[in-house]
């Protein structure tokens, strides 16, 4: 596995080693021993996710104030923009984000360690997506960041109106938001 570096230094993008040939192919999308020696970071997962969404569907940026989940998460079908936002407060990276196009095709993967907010935009006809988390979905500690908050100022990369769950459309501003020390 190919560990690449961010803008936001906790936040990696993961490339495994993909082997194949006219038959298809084959890789390990996931090895505890491996992601641990190759990341430095030693979280066990409990929750696997799997979400299936139309293009246009934008999911975020969601986050639990308590129970916070680090994620690794990838996509099997399609493509999205990915975006991690860094909402601890005493982080010198607080307020900055990253952006990775995932995809089916590419079999990049994102780590995003607890702190963070996330979400991603569908940018293919559909996409098939998997997260593993490090902590259990509370959904009284949920909360939600607005994708379109000026001050974040993120390029989704998708130039129409995002589908919005209701709970997605009255997100609030990083101002707003309950944060992380």
């Given at each position: 596995m190919k560990v690449i570096a961010t803008d936001v230094p906790d936040v990696?993008?993961?490339?495994?080693?993909?082997?194949?040939?006219d038959r298809g192919f084959f890789y390990e999308s996931f090895n505890a021993k491996a992601f641990a020696e190759a990341t430095g970071v030693d979280l066990?997962?409990?929750?696997?996710?799997?979400s299936r969404s139309q293009q246009g569907v934008l999911r975020g940026l969601h986050y639990q104030i308590e129970n916070p989940q680090g994620k690794l998460v990838r996509v099997i079908a399609g493509e999205v923009l990915d975006v991690a936002v860094d909402i601890r407060k005493s982080s010198p990276t607080f307020g900055k984000h990253v952006t990775v196009r995932l995809s089916a095709a590419n079999n990049r993967q994102v780590w995003i360690p607890p702190g963070f907010a996330h979400g991603f935009?569908?940018?293919?006809?559909?996409?098939?997506?998997?997260?593993?988390?490090?902590?259990y979905y509370n959904p009284a500690a949920e909360r939600c960041i607005r994708w379109?908050?000026?001050?974040?100022?993120?390029?989704?990369?998708?130039?129409?109106?995002?589908?919005l769950s209701g709970k997605d459309a009255v997100g609030k501003t990083l101002a707003e938001a309950d944060l992380f020390p």
């Open positions: 990696l993008m993961l490339e495994p080693r993909v082997f194949g040939d066990s997962f409990v929750q696997d996710n799997h935009v569908v940018l293919s006809e559909t996409a098939e997506f998997l997260y593993k988390t490090t902590d379109n908050d000026p001050t974040l100022a993120i390029d989704w990369q998708y130039s129409g109106e995002p589908q």
